[in-house]
């Protein structure tokens, strides 16, 4: 009984140390017609232990896990292997039960894996400074919005949106935008082989603050970044490069390298499993040094000690508790500190050469899955380019279809009807993810399964 411990004894003593002769009395400041009559209907009476973990067991067995089943989801989460010494270090108590790094002389550990993350997630994203983490790649997203009108010193008020960024990631901004005087300038997925760069480009002006693509974008295509960046700087506005796959980048070019100001994204790939919908870590970097202090979140920096040994501090610390917290760069008071470090710890293990292969074999895969798919009758490849995740074309509602291969035990990709259910002319697309957790029997069982299903 450790959640429902007390006895009518223990109940009993109480009620009496406070003075009441009844639970019921402890209601009597609440009126009458806010109190409920009876048990709430349809809510059962509590349980033992014992009957409600076989109770939650019977509801998981509903469940088909990720690795129960031919696994095709992404669409902006991602099934990589993560090694069993990335979870066996993050349990360790120095960093399981750590806080924040205030007093960094008992706190070294923390702010030098903070550094060293700090300094992989540059590196990836070609980048000169990366914040230590934010709360996951949407409001990552939304942040490098605001910092780009901190740059812009409020003088430039439009954020041009790609029509192919993540639609969560584009709802977060519109939302996060109804607060600001920002206007937020976006158009509507075009479902075709290469993605609207030029589109993109013509509706970037002179009030325009920064342009926010997606790299590669949620059909899996790789946009022209240089292109755009040179479009952008023209008009003296910012890039702002989405990645929602960090695995790409051991593929495809850095979108620092290619131009972006600023570049956020989404680490769950890298040592966080996909665990049901969280938690996420944040990815945030800059290009230009000088645009540090315009960076939201925290930073670890390096320095010396009286004794001339080298240590980790707080370098940039934009907490909204801080003093003159008005005048803070963001209200994101903390970071995914222990997200960051089993993508420290993945990613240390990889190391570069191994980000290299890793990207390599999940783009052989996914090539593989296109080509077999592409001969399955009713089925279209749409992509010219793509990394590890494309979009096909289906002859039928690809909800249904998706509904129909789970009911099969394959869990066949994401609809984009669901991630655009206002949108017309997007309901046979399907959007597909290999990683390489994915085999080629998966692919031919994906394959056989649409075949029988299509006809």
């Known amino acids: 009984m450790r959640y429902l411990p007390l006895t009518d004894t223990d109940r009993g003593e109480m009620l009496a140390k406070v003075g009441a002769s009844t639970i019921d009395d402890l209601f009597v400041d609440v009126p009458e017609e806010a109190r409920l009559s009876g048990p709430i209907e349809g809510l059962p009476m509590h349980a033992s232990e014992m009957a409600v973990e076989k109770h939650m067991r019977r509801l998981s067995k509903k469940n088909l896990a990720a690795a129960d089943a031919p696994f095709f989801i992404g669409a902006g989460a991602y099934r990589h292997h993560v090694p069993a010494s990335v979870d066996h270090i993050i349990q360790r108590g120095e960093f399981l039960t750590a806080y924040t790094p205030y007093q960094p002389e008992i ?36 942040e490098a919005v605001a910092m780009a009108g901190r740059v812009a010193r409020g003088k430039k008020r439009k954020v041009v949106l790609s029509g192919a960024l993540h639609p969560h990631y584009a709802e977060v901004v519109r939302t996060m935008a109804k607060f600001t005087e920002d206007e937020i300038a976006d158009a509507p997925l075009a479902l ?64 620092g390298e290619l131009g972006a100001d600023i570049v956020v994204g989404e680490g769950q790939s890298i040592g966080v499993g996909l665990q049901f919908g969280g938690p996420y870590l944040g990815l945030f970097a800059v290009r230009d040094e000088k645009h540090v202090r315009m960076m939201p979140g925290r ?4 320095t010396r000690d009286a004794e001339d040994k080298r240590g980790f501090v707080l370098t940039l ?12 760069t963001s209200n994101i008071c903390t970071n995914s500190g222990l997200c960051a470090l089993a993508f420290n710890v993945h990613m240390t293990l990889l190391g570069e050469k191994g980000i290299r292969r890793l990207a390599a074999e999940n783009h052989r895969l996914a090539c593989h899955a296109a080509d077999r798919l592409a001969k399955v009758p009713g089925i279209a490849v749409l992509n010219d380019s793509f990394f590890n995740e494309f979009t096909v ?5 690809a909800r249904e279809v998706v509904r129909t291969l789970a009911d099969r035990g394959i869990l066949g990709g994401v609809s984009l009807g669901r991630l655009y259910p206002n949108s017309d002319g997007l309901d046979g697309a399907l959007l597909v ?6 085999t080629e029997e998966d692919i031919d069982a994906l394959a056989s399964a649409l075949e029988e299903v299509l006809s």
């Open 107 to 142: 706190a070294q550990g923390t702010l030098q894996m903070l550094f060293e993350f700090q300094t992989q997630v540059a590196r990836l994203y070609g980048c000169a400074v990366a914040n230590a983490s934010m709360y996951d790649g949407s409001t990552a997203c939304w």
């Open 192 to 255: 075709q082989p290469q993605p609207d760069n030029d589109g993109l480009i013509a509706r970037i002006d002179e009030n325009t603050s920064c342009v926010v693509v997606q790299y590669p974008d949620i059909l899996g295509r790789i946009p022209d970044l240089a292109k755009i960046a040179e479009a952008a700087h023209e008009k003296g506005a910012l890039l702002i490069a989405v990645n929602t796959e960090p695995v790409a980048l051991g593929a495809i070019q850095s979108p």
């Open 299 to 302: 930073l670890c920096g390096e």
């Open 317 to 328: 610390s934009t907490r909204e508790q801080h003093i003159r917290r008005e005048k803070a």
């Open 393 to 397: 074309t289906l002859a039928r509602d």
């Open 433 to 438: 993810a290999v990683t390489e957790t994915t």
